[in-house]
């Protein structure tokens, strides 16, 4: 029994670092072409390489301009700082990009636990997942971050020092919060299938809901740079909403639904009286 659990363990272990492989491949080519792509495709179809501007110099200036506050300056303090925000903002596309096939990937992995009726929502599960990530990345981008810049430009100027960021600083709150705001968001799908392949009881999930809001209280106030509860607020409101549709989707989904851990037994018995038999 050991040795059959040790070789479905490693037999699952290959397969993830297969599809892990699979998607850092596909981030790493993703992330070369979105790093020369220029602002006007039309260039690149016509093979005009006159005023050739890059696509990630414009979508920089467009973060300055509707993110940056006003009064703010942005310095490089390092030879390779551009360089290194060229390569993260480009990551931050690839992976917004790439998410169908992200998705894709993860569910492929947790496929061979679910039922087969379950297997036909593929499609769902990978619309759902980016659903939640764009609005993670949306939300964090249009009301988190502006509020943080804001929260702690005042303290700029109570203080009276000059108003000069370090630029790498700059874009690492940007492209580290959204990505994190946007995976943070994708959670109740995670759950979901959590409780779907009985690895967590609903109702044990349902009991959890105090802790889990302290602890993603806990988490935000230590991802968020604002050192005042606004940001942590507007993070953990609209999860907390989101974990209580997922609750309510689950009891609807879940009603009638046999039970998953009687009939893996039933299956597991099965197959040792089939083995012994043989013998």
């Known amino acids: 029994m050991a040795e059959l659990f040790e070789s479905d363990l490693w037999i699952h272990f290959e397969e993830l670092m297969s599809r892990l492989r699979k998607i850092v491949y596909v981030l790493v080519f993703s992330i070369v072409i979105v790093m020369s792509l220029p602002a006007d495709l039309s260039k690149l179809a016509q093979l005009d390489f006159t005023e050739y501007e890059l696509l990630v110099t414009v979508l920089m200036e467009y973060v300055q301009d509707t993110v940056l506050p006003e009064g703010v300056t942005l310095i490089a303090l390092n030879w390779l700082d551009s360089f290194y925000i060229y390569v993260s903002l480009s990551f931050a596309i690839s992976v917004t990009v790439t998410l169908p096939y992200l998705a894709y990937q993860i569910y492929g992995f947790i496929a061979p636990a679910i039922y087969e009726n379950e297997k ?9 997942f980016m659903v939640l990530f764009l609005f993670g990345v949306a939300y964090s981008y249009f009301v988190i971050v502006p509020t943080t810049f804001s929260v702690l430009y005042k303290f700029v100027n109570q203080t009276r020092v000059m108003p000069l960021y370090a630029l790498r600083d700059f874009y690492d709150l940007i492209t580290f919060g959204l990505l994190g705001s946007g995976l943070l968001y994708t959670f109740p799908i995670v759950l979901y299938f959590m409780v779907s392949l009985d690895l967590i ?18 988490l935000t106030a230590v991802l968020t740079p604002d050192p005042t509860p606004v940001s942590m607020i507007l993070m953990t409101i609209p999860f907390y909403i989101l974990f209580e549709i997922t609750l309510l989707v689950l009891s609807v989904t879940m009603r009638g639904r046999p039970d998953r851990v009687l009939e893996d037994g039933f299956r597991v018995a099965e197959e040792m009286l089939a083995r012994k038999n043989v013998r």
Request: glycine share 4%.
């Open 120 to 128: 036909k929502h593929i499609v769902t599960f990978v619309t759902v």
């Open 201 to 218: 009881l609903l109702e044990e999930l349902k009991s959890m809901r105090r802790h889990l809001f302290v602890g993603l209280s806990i």
